[in-house]
């Protein structure tokens, strides 16, 4: 018996109405599109420098952008064709404008040379893969993941070398594989789980040979049952019955939120402003766990992700989509937009942001359109009630963010521990008063953040 079943959370947090309805829609794969705008900051950290120029042909999978930092990704043409154009576009979650890059489609898809050293798809011969994976060295799989442009595809866009590189003082014991997708309409981790489990937990496994935790933990939330059963049968077939543990959550927001998630499993306080690797746990969303196979042993670099796309629209759908995709062309292909539809967000309800150009790509970061029909909220003010204080999984004072946000007392904010914020959206969930909580948290922790830098 593989599973653990957890029926606490270290928080209260919130009963959702889940509206999982793609949680039933395979994964499709999106026709190429015509042409993909790649911005070239797709990851925290340094952007990227442009390595191609107008008028060039490129490949599909050919890097086309780079930093010299560590802490950043690059960047690969995700459809074959010519450079177009350079341009600004307007990045929606910090409002300024980033560098990206136009595709023109050649209509070929024509990608770059990979070489397969395994073909898990066509083969179950796991003990062979074992040992290619066994053969490679650390330092040659971390490489691998950073030219494949790897980062954490469950929105936090984390590099994911760097995160497998912690330093020599950050003894890690626990590695968490997040299969919670605790936020309400997505399931693209969800159906990635059920239809390309092979993938995700032998990247688990190539992860496990880099850090060699003593414990590693697939974290899925019990309303994702048949996800649990599957990979629970892998892993009796792949050989890694008594490596690996499925923990069964309870459905609970924000289960998934890093913080929340090693405290209700391994019972650790990740510190203020701290990282979980303070408390010896490393955490990687499953979709990353899929790229990172896929790099290791596809040598096949991060070009595209599956992309939950539901709300308003006639036939919502979990979409296999190219990088720099419009989103457009994505709601496009669900059907019909309801009428009175007038605002567009991507992530989630609780997390996501609201958009509104339809030209803006996708980016590895995206997992969910959201297409929804808004309602008139106007905000009130405060009542005092304590709702905000008492759902708080962090233990924080949203309602004193709001009010020394709007005097401009910044640094009262950070007294009160602003930074320990995981913007769940809880407080703003709860208030009575249609306050915008997680805005006011937003504003005022981007400008401390350019106060201090
Ligand atoms: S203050 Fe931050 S962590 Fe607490 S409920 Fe609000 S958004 Fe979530
Ligand atoms: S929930 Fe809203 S109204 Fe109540 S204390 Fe918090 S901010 Fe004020």
Redesign the pocket.
């Known amino acids: 018996m593989n599973i653990v079943v957890k029926k606490k959370s270290a928080f209260k947090g919130l009963l959702l109405q889940e509206n999982k309805i793609t949680a039933k829609k395979p994964i499709e794969v999106l026709p190429v599109p015509e042409k993909v705008i790649l911005p070239l900051q797709q990851s925290i950290g340094a952007p990227c420098e442009f390595m191609v120029k107008r008028g060039d042909t490129v490949r599909t999978g050919q890097k086309i952008a780079d930093s010299g930092s560590y802490v950043s990704a690059p960047i690969h043409a995700s459809i074959s064709g010519i450079i177009s154009r350079t341009v600004k576009i307007l990045n929606p979650v910090t409002s300024t404008l980033m560098d990206a890059v136009i595709i023109e489609s050649d209509g070929k898809d024509q990608w770059i040379e990979v070489k397969k050293l395994f073909d898990i798809k066509g083969s179950d011969n796991f003990p062979e893969l074992i040992k290619i994976i066994d053969s490679i060295e650390k330092k040659e799989i971390i490489k691998k993941i950073r030219e494949a442009g790897i980062v954490g595809l469950g929105g936090a866009t984390f590099p994911t070398h760097v995160k497998l590189n912690p330093p020599p003082d950050k003894k890690i014991d626990t590695l968490i594989l997040n299969g919670c997708e605790c936020e309400p309409f997505i399931t693209s981790d969800h159906r990635s789980m059920l239809e390309n489990g092979r993938e995700v937990l032998m990247g688990l496994y190539i992860i496990s040979k880099i850090l060699s935790p003593k414990n590693i933990y697939i974290a899925i939330e019990d309303n994702k049952e048949d996800a649990i059963r599957h990979l629970e049968e892998l892993m009796k077939e792949m050989g890694f019955g008594s490596i690996f543990k499925i923990v069964s959550l309870e459905s609970r927001y924000p289960m998934g939120a890093e913080k929340t998630l090693i405290k209700t499993i391994v019972g650790r306080t990740v510190p203020i402003g701290g990282l979980p690797m303070d408390v010896g746990v490393i955490m990687n969303n499953v979709a990353t766990s899929k790229s990172v196979y896929e790099a290791v042993i596809e040598s096949r670099p991060l070009i595209d992700r599956v992309v939950t796309v539901t709300g308003a629209v006639e036939n919502p759908k979990n979409l296999l989509a190219r990088l720099g995709t419009a989103i457009g062309y994505l709601i496009e292909s669900c059907g019909k937009v309801e009428s009175g539809v007038n605002y567009i967000i991507v992530g989630g309800p609780m997390m996501g942001i609201s958009i509104v150009d339809t030209d803006f790509p996708v980016t590895k970061g995206i997992n969910c359109i959201l297409v929804r029909k808004s309602r008139i909220q106007v905000e009130?003010?405060?009542?005092?009630?304590?709702?905000?204080?008492n759902?708080c999984p962090m233990k924080l004072m949203?309602?004193a963010y709001?009010r020394y946000t709007k005097r401009g007392s910044f640094e009262t904010c950070r007294e009160y521990y602003i930074e320990n914020c995981i913007e769940c959206g809880s407080?703003?969930y709860?208030?009575?008063?249609?306050?915008p909580?997680v805005g006011y948290i937003k504003t005022c922790k981007s400008l401390l953040l350019k106060t201090s830098s």
């Open positions: 009130q003010n405060c009542i005092n009630c304590g709702r905000c204080v759902i949203p309602l709001v407080c703003a709860v208030c009575p008063a249609n306050i909580i």
